[in-house]
């Protein structure tokens, strides 16, 4: 793993980004990991077809809480359409660290956006095939 990634890996995690709830959000979702025991909430308050801001709370590994972080700070000024048609392969290039071949791994980084995909389609599960 490259070094530059670890790092951003490891300050995300003790220091998340937009971490906490929001009051009144527009939409509110968690999901969880069974294999790991990850936890992950997303709010989002959206205006206009925007999210206006976005924060995120939950549990585990410094991967599943950093790669929260990083989708939180992508996610702020984006349009529900553009948070709906992001990727895997998006907040992969984000992290920046090579998963695929874990997949154990791949599912703690892959967990914010399970919740996020969820919480914007209204459904209480996402396949893998769908994010």
Do not use: W
């Not at 980004?17 to 939409?27: C, P, R």
Request: proline residues 3%.
């Amino acid at each position: 793993m490259d070094d530059m990634y670890r790092e951003q890996i490891l300050e995300h995690a003790r220091h998340p980004h937009n971490f906490g709830t929001i009051e009144g959000a527009s939409v509110s979702h968690e999901e969880h990991n069974p294999l790991c025991g990850d936890r992950v909430r997303i709010d989002l308050l959206i205006e206009d077809g925007v999210i206006t801001n976005v924060r995120f709370s939950g549990r585990g590994c410094a991967i599943s809480q950093a790669s929260a972080s990083m989708l939180t700070d992508e996610l702020r000024g984006m349009s529900v359409e553009q948070a709906r048609a992001y990727r895997k392969d998006d907040l992969l290039a984000l992290i920046g660290i090579p998963l695929s071949k874990n997949p154990t791994r791949l599912k703690c980084a892959l967990l914010s956006l399970k919740t996020l995909k969820a919480g914007l389609y209204g459904v209480g599960q996402v396949s893998d095939d769908e994010l």
